[in-house]
Each structure stands twice: as structure tokens, then as C-alpha cells.
Antibody, heavy 118, light 108 residues
């Protein structure tokens, strides 16, 4: 069965970077894209961007351009999301999701809580 | 940017009730709209794609309709396990994607 398993919770100081992993199993990794979506405490869902696992092409949300990088390692079927220059308002649960087509996300990871605090 | 609104922001209904949520886009998005369910502490789950198509394995009491700027999500008979927040999501202006603010559904 399709599974996306994310890395564990992180606590970071303002200005630091965080890298979250998302290990896929149960399907051909390079046949689908991976998107990242975050959710601040008590708030709604915010799309961050996605990466093609086939060719590594990326698209990022405009507000995160320059601070976010998404990569994949096809040898381990793992996607990564790195966010730099962290601020307190980056505190959120970060989800990876498989991109079924266009922008339809059919399987999701369990989420990774990133807390930014001094 | 395309903005999405949802109404109501929250609702309480009894088991067995018909529940309807609306989602409105700030411009025509054709049928490029999905609906997700998120239970507390859990990841979102895809329920409806392309405005009206039921995702495999999703109970038939869930349905979606609409096109253009106005969309509707319906639970035909509310069940206790449907307590969740429901989000619409547009993908008309790829690669940018926007979620609605969500509608929280509770049992009365």
C-alpha cells in the first residue's frame, strides 16, 4: 500500500534551517510528484510547492521563493523539503503529499511539527 | 492570485442530517477543484476531485458539484465519524495552488 513516512519533530531557533524528509513506498516513486503543504497551529492549509520525482523540476509558492528548496533521492524514494532563515511564523506541521495529477494530492504523510523558538 | 472562500466557517448538525458547504473562487476555475477532509491531529484526506468525482474508497454519502466560481460539497447523511474540517482547493492557475479557509463540522 502507498505510504509516505516523514521524519520526526524539530525545534529550531530563528534564522536556522530545517530539512524534513518524506520516504515513499508502495508505488513507483518516479511516476508521481511530491507536494509539500504546511499548517500553522489552529490555521488552514498552505501549499508550499512541489517537485517532480521524475526529473526534479520544482515549483514553489511565491511567498517562499528563495527560502525553500525541494529535492528528491530516487535511490531511496525519499523527498526532502529544506526551509531556511526560519521565523516564528514558520512554526507549523509540514506535510508531504503525493501528487496524483495536476494538483490532486491523494496520499499524505503523517506530518512533521517544526517549532521555531528562541 | 485566485482567492477561495468557504461558508459557513463552522456548523453543527445532527446525525443523519444533510450537510452542505459552499466554496467560491474569485475567478472562473472551471472544475479544477478538490475537497479534502481533515480530522483533528491527522493529515488531510482527498474526498472529491475535479469538483464532482468521488475518490476511490470514499463513502457515497459524500458528493460535490459546481463549476466556474461556485461549488458545493454535500454529506447526505451526517455520521459521527464525519466530524472534521473540510477544505476546498483550486488548481486552475498551475503551478500555484490555493486552499479555502476550511469549514469545521461538529455534531449537535
Amino acid at each position: 500500500q502507498v505510504q509516505l513516512v516523514q521524519s520526526g519533530a524539530e525545534v529550531k531557533k530563528p534564522g536556522a534551517s530545517v530539512k524534513v524528509s518524506c520516504k515513499a513506498s508502495g508505488y513507483t516513486f518516479t511516476s508521481y510528484g511530491i507536494s509539500w503543504v504546511r499548517q500553522a497551529p489552529g490555521q488552514g492549509l498552505e501549499w508550499m510547492g512541489w517537485i517532480s520525482a521524475y526529473n526534479g523540476n520544482t515549483n514553489y509558492a511565491q511567498k517562499l521563493q528563495g527560502r525553500v528548496t525541494m529535492t528528491t533521492d530516487t535511490s531511496t524514494s525519499t523527498a526532502y523539503m529544506e526551509l531556511r532563515s526560519l521565523r516564528s511564523d514558520d512554526t507549523a506541521v509540514y506535510y508531504c503529499a503525493r501528487k496524483k495529477w495536476a494538483a490532486t494530492f491523494d496520499y499524505w504523510g503523517q506530518g512533521t511539527l517544526v517549532t521555531v523558538s528562541s | 492570485d485566485i482567492q477561495m472562500t468557504q461558508s459557513p466557517s463552522s456548523l453543527s448538525a445532527s446525525v443523519g442530517d444533510r450537510v452542505t458547504i459552499t466554496c467560491q473562487a474569485s475567478q472562473d476555475i472551471s472544475n479544477y477543484l478538490n475537497w479534502y477532509q481533515q480530522k483533528p491531529g491527522k493529515a488531510p484526506k482527498l474526498l472529491i476531485y475535479d469538483a464532482s468525482n468521488l475518490e476511490t474508497g470514499v463513502p457515497s454519502r459524500f458528493s460535490g458539484s459546481g463549476s466556474g466560481t461556485d461549488f458545493t460539497f454535500t454529506i447526505s447523511s451526517l455520521q459521527p465519524e464525519d466530524i472534521a474540517t473540510y477544505y476546498c482547493q483550486q488548481y486552475d492557475n498551475l503551478p500555484q495552488v490555493t486552499f479555502g479557509p476550511g469549514t469545521k463540522v461538529d455534531i449537535k
